[in-house]
């Protein structure tokens, strides 16, 4: 049948729709805050130049910038190695590290991060 699941996807759709309503109506893990409608977290949530430092002491990096990136809830580190720069971002937590290019969807180019910048 035209513009029908194929069958191998039909056998799983119960099971995510069961997964999918469990996890909607469970509480937030233990520690996680809700975050009020209309928050800017970009207030709270603060990453120093020293704190990027630390994270990625162990990759021998040097920190050039840090911002809030395009993505909620990350940090954009830009480093320098070598003569080289490259982007790592930081989870708000500040647990983990990410590297890669975040793209705009609808225009499938890069985004161009915010010029505001956290604490140097």
Do not use: W
């Not at 120093?48 to 002491?57: N, T």
Request: aromatic content about 4%; overall charge neutral.
């Amino acid at each position: 049948m035209p513009g029908s699941l194929p069958d191998r996807f039909r056998l799983f759709l119960p099971a995510l729709l069961v997964v999918a309503t469990a996890a909607l109506a469970s509480p937030p893990p233990a520690g996680a805050q809700r975050v009020p409608a209309g928050h800017d977290c970009t207030t709270c949530h603060t990453l120093s130049s020293q704190e990027a430092a630390a994270l990625i002491k162990p990759l021998n990096l040097t920190v050039k910038t840090v911002r809030h990136s395009p993505v909620a809830g990350l940090f954009e580190v830009v480093a320098e190695r070598d003569g080289r720069e490259g982007i790592i971002y930081v989870d708000y937590a500040k647990k983990l590290l990410m590297q890669g290019v975040i793209v705009d969807a609808g225009q499938l180019r890069p985004t161009v991060p915010p010029e505001t910048s956290t604490t140097p």
